[in-house]
Every structure is written in structure tokens, then in C-alpha cells.
């Protein structure tokens, strides 16, 4: 079993609330249920963290460099144009990590088309809402299960 933290940012905690025409109806509670049981079925531990704080969320990363975390699946929300100390505290963790977003960052402002993660992502997935996430956790899973057997 390897356990997967899935990391959310900035203002995910209000998802089926703000902007439902853009990130969907769905709350985060929900995603991440669905998300445990679709993890659980694959014989794997899930553990979310969301944070509005950049601080917090480099502090879980940090955490997750030592805890035994095997995969990071990572929305970063409004940090993804502006935080290189959120990419380094990424690339200190050493961990394999998919970038997801709920809308398509390339079919909205121009400011929204950059990301400090994409390059250091082993994949990126946007513009599906919250399919993205069960898209990065097969995705995860399958590379996971590649490494496993090397």
C-alpha cells in the first residue's frame, strides 16, 4: 500500500460554492471521499491537505519528504502563477508528483497560462473538473505499480 497525499491549495476549500461554472458544484469533502474509496480499491492510503496558507502547505511537503509518502498529486490553486518557495519545497521532497486543476489554466487569463509546476510534474492534467483527480490517482497508481515492479 502506498500512501498518496493529495495537496490542494488556496480557496479549494470553497469549491462547489465559488465559481460552480468554473470549478464545478462538487465540494472538496466530496472529491476527497471519492477519492479515499477509489484509492482504497487500488490498494492505496489517501491523505489530503488543503491549505490558503503557503507556509502550511510547504510545512505538509516537508512532512511528506519523511512520513513514507510514496506520490504527490498537487492543485495549487493561485500559487501555481506565483510561488517558486512552494516548486522548491516540491523538489525537496523528492516525490513524484502529477499537477491537476479543475478548469483549463490555458483557456483563461493570460496570467493563468504559467506554471512554476508543470515542468517539474511527471504530468499535468486540467480543464476536466473533478475528474482530474481520479485521473491523476490512476495515473499515480500505474506509475507507482511501474516502479514497483523494476
Same mark, same amino acid.
Request: net charge negative.
Given at each position: 500500500m502506498a500512501r498518496i497525499l493529495v495537496l490542494n491549495g488556496p480557496n479549494l476549500n470553497r469549491l462547489g460554492t465559488r465559481e460552480p461554472?468554473?470549478?464545478?458544484?462538487?465540494?472538496l469533502e466530496?472529491?476527497?471521499?471519492?477519492?479515499?474509496?477509489?484509492?482504497?480499491?487500488?490498494?492505496?492510503?489517501i491523505e489530503?491537505?488543503?491549505?490558503?496558507?503557503?507556509?502550511?502547505?510547504?510545512?505538509?511537503?516537508?512532512? %511528506?519528504? !519523511?512520513?513514507?509518502? $510514496?506520490? =504527490?498529486?498537487?492543485?495549487?490553486?493561485s500559487f501555481t502563477h506565483t510561488?517558486?518557495?512552494?516548486?522548491?519545497?516540491?523538489?525537496?521532497s523528492q516525490l513524484p508528483m502529477i499537477e491537476v486543476h479543475l478548469s483549463n489554466p490555458h483557456a483563461r487569463e493570460t496570467f493563468r497560462r504559467h506554471s512554476y509546476f508543470s515542468d517539474i510534474a511527471l504530468g499535468t492534467i486540467s480543464g476536466l473538473g473533478h475528474k482530474?483527480?481520479?485521473? %491523476?490517482? !490512476?495515473?499515480?497508481? $500505474?506509475? =507507482?505499480?511501474?516502479r514497483k515492479a523494476n
Open positions: 461554472t468554473i470549478y464545478g458544484q462538487r465540494s466530496e472529491v476527497v471521499a471519492d477519492l479515499e474509496s477509489r484509492g482504497e480499491a487500488l490498494g492505496h492510503q489530503h491537505f488543503q491549505s490558503n496558507a503557503e507556509h502550511a502547505l510547504i510545512e505538509r511537503l516537508h512532512a %511528506a519528504a !519523511d512520513d513514507g509518502t $510514496a506520490f =504527490l498529486i498537487f492543485n495549487p490553486a510561488s517558486v518557495a512552494l516548486r522548491d519545497a516540491v523538489l525537496a482530474v483527480y481520479a485521473l %491523476a490517482l !490512476d495515473a499515480a497508481h $500505474a506509475l =507507482l505499480q511501474t
